[in-house]
Nanobody, 126 residues
Framework: QLQLEESGGGLVQPGGSLRLSCQPS????????IAWFRQAPGKEREGVSC????????SYADSVRGRFTISRDNAKNTVYLQMNSLLPEDTAVYYC???????????????????WGQGTLVTVSS
């Protein structure tokens, strides 16, 4: 079964940092755009960031732009989300997902994302 696995979540104080990792089980991320989504309690899932297959194109939600950085290491078959200056409103379960094609355009609609992880919880609290 194709699956992604997220890691790196945890409890952090406001203003702190975390780095999330996304790794596949049994397949390669090559050729696919990869995105991070999050869902906070009582809220709908939202797109956070996306990186294209080549790694040259990235997209961010307005709420995280300038604080979060998405990257990929194809040699390690891993995508990262570096989260800095974390705010309490960043508290959510974060999911990574693989798109069936190379590009991020319209990623925040979840269109084309067919492989998902189980999520990792990020809690920002003092």
């Amino acid at each position: 079964q194709l699956q992604l696995e997220e890691s790196g979540g945890g409890l952090v104080q406001p203003g702190g940092s975390l780095r999330l990792s996304c790794q596949p089980s049994g397949f390669t991320l090559d050729g696919s755009a990869i995105a991070w989504f999050r869902q906070a309690p009582g809220k709908e899932r939202e797109g956070v960031s996306c990186i294209g297959a080549s790694g040259e194109t990235t997209s961010y939600a307005d709420s995280v732009r300038g604080r979060f950085t998405i990257s990929r290491d194809n040699a390690k078959n891993t995508v990262y989300l570096q989260m800095n200056s974390l705010l309490p409103e960043d508290t959510a379960v974060y999911y990574c997902a693989r798109r069936a094609f190379r590009y991020c355009l319209g990623y925040n609609t979840s269109n084309g994302f067919h492989t998902w992880g189980q999520g990792t919880l990020v809690t920002v609290s003092s």
